[in-house]
């Protein structure tokens, strides 16, 4: 368990819909990054935050958004839902945002577009 | 520009033979660099990191890693493959100097065979 925790495991909609994902930190990291896996395009890096600032963009569409919250949980949100952003989406967390430190993975949000 | 690849996508090995899973990289510098292991169905995990010093590193499950400068490669060694080795590799790299860019390969799949 790394401490990272991720809502909702599973998530089933259809296209044109809109949902958001769920990340909580490990306790004490301050950096959240966002990643999404698909079995075309591996892992892609979308989003970071740290301490509730934008810090690095990655392929991040403009139909997603993410934010961190003041008590450091992260939401990642998905509009105008395609087929193609069927995905796993997951959320890491490391104690400093810069690039020396490693990420603590959650277990991931499973998106299925119908 | 920072990059890694992994020119690997699968690789196939007997239960208790030797592994070495490849990882090149391409930085201006010295780059912090990392395995993680993705079981089935799981989030990544940190294997280990290089960050200066002893080029040999050791991580987690008995594997380890060599940092070769002259190569630009980080590749990852276990002298003796268990089933429960079973997974996807990734090698990432982090750009020293404070900056916030962090790349992940592409992944290696290993699959052991009984």
């Known amino acids: 368990d790394s401490g990272v925790t991720q809502t909702p495991k599973h998530l089933i909609t259809a296209t044109g819909q809109r949902v958001t994902l769920r990340c909580s930190p490990r306790s004490g990291d301050l950096s959240v990054y966002w990643y999404q896996q698909s079995l075309d395009q591996g892992l892609q890096f979308l989003i970071q935050?740290?301490?509730?600032?934008?810090?690095a963009k990655g392929n991040i569409l403009e139909r997603f958004s993410a934010q961190q919250f003041p008590d450091l949980h992260s939401e990642l949100n998905l509009s105008s839902l395609e087929l193609g952003d069927s995905a796993l989406y997951f959320c890491a967390s490391s104690v400093d945002g810069r690039s020396g430190y490693e990420q603590y993975f959650g277990p991931g949000t499973r998106l299925t577009v119908t | 520009a920072q990059s890694v690849t992994q020119p690997d996508i699968h690789i196939t090995v007997s239960e208790g033979a030797s592994l070495e899973l490849r990882c090149n990289y391409s930085?201006?510098?010295?780059?912090?660099l990392f395995w993680y292991v993705q079981s089935p169905g799981q989030g990544l995990q940190l294997l280990l990191k290089?960050?200066?010093?002893?080029?040999l590193v050791q991580g987690i499950k008995g594997f380890e890693a060599e940092f070769k400068r002259s190569q630009s490669s980080f590749n990852l060694r276990k002298p003796s493959v268990h089933w429960s080795d079973a997974a996807e590799y990734f090698c990432?790299?982090?750009?020293?100097?404070?900056?916030?860019?962090?790349?992940f390969g592409t992944g290696t799949r290993l699959k052991v065979l009984a």
């Open positions: 990432a790299v982090g750009a020293q100097g404070g900056t916030y860019k962090y790349i």
């Open positions: 930085y201006g510098a010295t780059p912090y």
């Open positions: 935050y740290y301490n509730g600032e934008e810090r």
């Open positions: 290089y960050f200066s010093g002893d080029t």
